[in-house]
């Protein structure tokens, strides 16, 4: 199969032996997001991308990954005309807004933990912004053209295949998320040799994770002192990770000094 320019990323995510290739993928997508905004390459000064900046915003984590990064003045720079806009807007919501009616129920009722629908015109306009943030935006964006390569390269590279069956399979939200693609990727003759395969490297890796941080606390019993570790040195980090995703142990991505 000719390689493109997403093949080559998820080729060396297999190679890469992480617990989750997809994982691998979506850090990389994000970081370079967050250096395309802040780095050297100053993108922040192009209109066209500050423009997207504006009318995206930034996410909670992403604007903490942002402080961390370092690069205060292009922070300032992104902020100081996303600020304008925002403010435009929140003028134009605060000048049209008008309160519902209120009732004795209402007002008893206690607000849960989980969202509920908007009630108002301002709750509903936080609400579009809070589905926006740049970097999010991004790897959205790219991410889902991963998952279709992953089963192009299943169905026609031979070299692929041998990767993925090496792999350490997946964490649960991308396990997921290739079984919900395959449904409309592949034929009935097609699932039937792709899921079996891709269940038992997940629960083969689940459990070798679950061995892994059982002798991680058994190790602290003094009768196991001088034993070997084994690989279970970093299995809270990785059963993490293959639980909910992500990179718990992770260094502060920081721009290059």
Request: aromatic content about 14%.
């Amino acid at each position: 199969m000719k390689e493109s320019i997403y093949t080559i990323p998820l080729m060396d995510a297999f190679r890469a032996d992480d617990e989750c290739p997809f994982c691998y993928i979506e850090r990389n997508l994000e970081q370079h997001a967050v250096n395309f905004a802040l780095g050297s390459g100053a993108s922040y000064m192009e209109d066209d991308i500050r423009a997207q900046t504006d009318a995206a915003g930034f996410c909670r984590h992403h604007y903490k990954m942002m402080f961390d990064y370092g690069n205060r003045l292009g922070s300032a720079l992104i902020l100081s005309t996303h600020f304008k806009k925002l403010n435009e807007e929140l003028a134009a919501q605060i000048k049209a807004f008008t309160p519902g009616r209120s009732s004795f129920l209402k007002r008893r009722k206690r607000s849960g933990s989980h969202a509920e629908p908007a009630k108002t015109s301002i709750g509903t306009w936080v609400a579009e912004k809070e589905q926006h943030c740049y970097v999010c935006d991004h790897i959205h964006e790219n991410y889902s053209r991963y998952l279709d390569t992953f089963f192009e390269l299943y169905l026609n590279s031979p070299e692929f295949v041998r990767l993925f069956k090496s792999s350490k399979g997946f964490c649960l939200h991308h396990f997921s998320q290739l079984v919900e693609t395959a449904e409309d990727r592949l034929s009935e003759k097609q699932k039937k040799e792709f899921y079996p395969l891709l269940f038992s490297l997940m629960l083969e890796h689940m459990k070798r994770l679950e061995e892994e941080v059982t002798w991680f606390t058994e190790k602290y019993d003094y009768r196991n002192r001088d034993k070997d570790w084994g690989n279970s040195r970093d299995s809270v980090q990785r059963c993490m990770q293959k639980d909910r995703g992500g990179y718990p142990a992770d260094p502060v991505f920081q721009a290059d000094r």
